[in-house]
């Protein structure tokens, strides 16, 4: 009992689960859509969005019921379905995309508070840094007291966020006019530029910031030792899902329909700007602003806590990672891994020594959504494996091969470029795999040598087109 006390129930891992999806996206993702896509078409990109996503929901809800014994989350699932190497490749992406998404979370919490402090004032690099590092190791002690203790605090931060974006939604219906929504020719010129754009490219362009405002769906399976009872784990997701996807699109429409698109591109912050027009006025966008860094501290701290999980797992439940990773302290965390994930992060922090903070951050949740994408394929692939070895199971399938087609086409959209450097940072997890083979005196096989050296080289072609010019992110 006194070791169940100390495991995550449904009201925490709902809270976790809405607490890794609620992060910087849904209060900057008016303002990211309406760059590539007019208010209509963005309506069609997130019923596309929605959909796809409650598909790879389902996903993790299915497998966490049908092998409740694989609690590893998406790792567990690629290595169950397609061996070691995959299954250490999934472990690995979702480690870089967790690892980028620390990052672009804590640059945005410092863009916030220059933002907050005043227009116009840029807080001078090495003292965002200087804070930056100080809050990071701050969540370090935090962690370590305890991952039930860690579930508390994040269930006040996540009520606290999502306070000011029910605000939004209840004052934005008065302030809503269908006339700002309904932009002329809306499906060929863009609202905000005035740029020639088709109804496809509108609707593939917003593709990537709707995957990244719900990049974390996948969150509670990764927590699954965690939880309770293992099949808490699926309710919870489908829970956290449904009422983030009410909240995003709700905001989203909103926003679109209270601010002109031209407006809406230029705001530093687009949901204050928006409750600035409703009765709330200034009152109103400072609550916002304060629901954004609420937000953001919180969506860190879940990150962190798979981040630091990913590698762990791994490591000690099936040795696909070296065994340093396995370390446990008397709280049950898993220190040397919590450790690792702490240094990653504080070396990416450097990029907020340059003033490009912006681009930087852009970059950042692109290249989160890409790594991710791979182990979310990898999961729908083996979801469809499990269900089509036995007769019947036709809705389960269907689920599977969606999902999947939804991870392809929005790796398609996002772009080449990211695509690019994913197989980068691929290749260059190998090492871990190769040191944690010769730790268990296991060899590496003849088709993950093959894998290896495609990996290598796929990377090195993209280093020197990169280098040539001929893809960018």
Not at 46 to 63: A, P
Not at 173 to 182: C, P, R, T, V, Y
Not at 215 to 243: D, H, M, N, Q
């Amino acid at each position: 009992m006194e070791e169940n006390n100390k495991k995550l129930g449904l009201g925490l891992l709902v809270a976790l689960g809405i607490g890794t999806m609620i992060g910087s996206g849904i209060f900057n993702s008016p303002t990211d859509l309406i760059s590539t896509t007019n208010p209509m078409a963005v309506l069609i990109a997130w019923g596309i969005g929605v959909f796809g996503v409650i598909m790879l929901g389902l996903v993790f809800y299915l497998l966490s019921n049908k092998r409740p014994e694989l609690q590893g989350g998406i790792y567990s699932y690629a290595k169950a379905g397609y061996g070691d190497f995959v299954g250490f490749n999934s472990a690995w992406g979702y480690f870089s995309s967790s690892f980028l998404g620390n990052i672009a979370f804590i640059v945005l919490i410092f863009k916030t508070v220059n933002s907050i402090i005043g227009e116009g004032y840029s807080m001078p690099p090495i003292i965002a840094f200087t804070c930056a590092s100080m809050l990071l190791w701050s969540y370090f002690l935090i962690i370590r007291r305890g991952i039930r203790q860690a579930g508390i605090v994040n269930l006040v931060i996540t009520i606290g966020k999502v306070i000011p974006l029910i605000l939004v939604i209840l004052f934005g219906f008065s302030a809503f006019k269908l006339g700002i929504f309904n932009v002329d020719n809306w499906s060929t010129v863009l609202a905000s530029s005035g740029d020639n754009v088709g109804i496809g490219k509108q609707i593939s362009g917003a593709m990537g910031t709707i995957l990244w405002c719900f990049v974390g769906v996948e969150g509670l399976v990764v927590l699954s030792k965690r939880a309770e009872k293992p099949i808490l784990v699926g309710k919870g997701t489908i829970i956290a899902l449904i009422i983030t996807a009410v909240l995003y699109v709700s905001i989203s429409i909103l926003s679109m329909g209270i601010l002109p698109a031209k407006e809406l591109i230029d705001a530093q912050t687009p949901l204050a700007a928006v409750l600035a027009q409703t009765v709330l006025g200034s009152a109103g966008a400072i609550i916002v602003k304060g629901g954004i860094l609420i937000s953001l501290v919180g969506a860190l701290l879940c990150w962190l806590l798979l981040t630091t999980e990913i590698l762990y797992t791994p490591a000690a439940q099936d040795g696909l990672m070296p065994k340093w990773f396995q370390k446990n302290n008397d709280k049950n965390v898993p220190t040397n891994a919590l450790f690792f994930s702490m240094v990653a992060t504080q070396i990416g922090l450097l990029a907020m020594l340059s003033p490009a903070l912006q681009n930087a951050y852009y970059v950042a949740t692109h290249m989160c959504t890409t790594n991710i994408l791979i182990p979310y394929l990898l999961a729908s692939m083996f979801a469809f494996k499990v269900y089509n070895k036995e007769s019947g199971h036709l809705k389960e399938k269907i689920i599977a091969i969606l999902a999947g087609i939804y991870s392809i086409y929005v790796i398609y959209a996002v772009g080449i470029g990211y695509l690019g450097l994913a197989f980068i940072i691929y290749a260059i997890g190998i090492g871990f795999y190769i040191k944690a083979k010769k730790e268990k005196n296991e060899a590496i096989t003849h088709n993950e040598k093959i894998a290896m050296i495609a990996m290598i080289i796929m990377a090195l072609i993209m280093i020197v087109l990169s280098i040539m010019g001929k893809i960018s992110v």
